[in-house]
């Protein structure tokens, strides 16, 4: 049974730093693209970065660029958002998700965990 779990949201002021991590079990970690989604109240859920399986390669939304970083750890199945200058619009429920094949859609989600930037 795959097992995504994420940890580390809080609330935070503007400007400050948070560092989500999500734990991965039942799959094998190394051989997965893993995504990091986000959804605030009464909006859609939208693509915030990914990473490849073996770490090389990070993709990311326009309004995260060069302020948030994702990163993995194969050994921990362990995969990292480190946000930065965050902003109020930051707000949101961030969430992990994995998947194998490029461009398909990400089967496996976890429950997601709250962030809260105050102005």
């Known amino acids: 049974q795959v097992q995504l779990v994420e940890s580390g949201g809080g609330l935070v002021q503007a400007g400050g730093s948070l560092r989500l991590s999500c734990a991965a079990s039942?799959?094998?970690?190394?051989?997965?693209?893993m995504g990091w989604f986000r959804q605030a109240p009464g909006k859609e859920r939208e693509f915030v970065g990914r990473i490849t399986a073996s770490g090389d390669i990070t993709y990311y939304a326009d309004s995260v660029k060069g302020r948030f970083t994702v990163s993995r750890d194969n050994a921990k199945s362990t995969v990292y958002l480190q946000m930065n200058s965050l902003k109020p619009e930051d707000t949101a429920v961030y969430y992990c998700?994995?998947?194998?094949?490029?461009?398909?859609?990400?089967?496996?989600w976890g429950q997601g965990t709250q962030v809260t930037v105050s102005s």
């Open positions: 039942g799959l094998t970690f190394s051989t997965y693209t």
């Open positions: 998700a994995a998947r194998v094949y490029a461009n398909s859609r990400y089967p496996y």
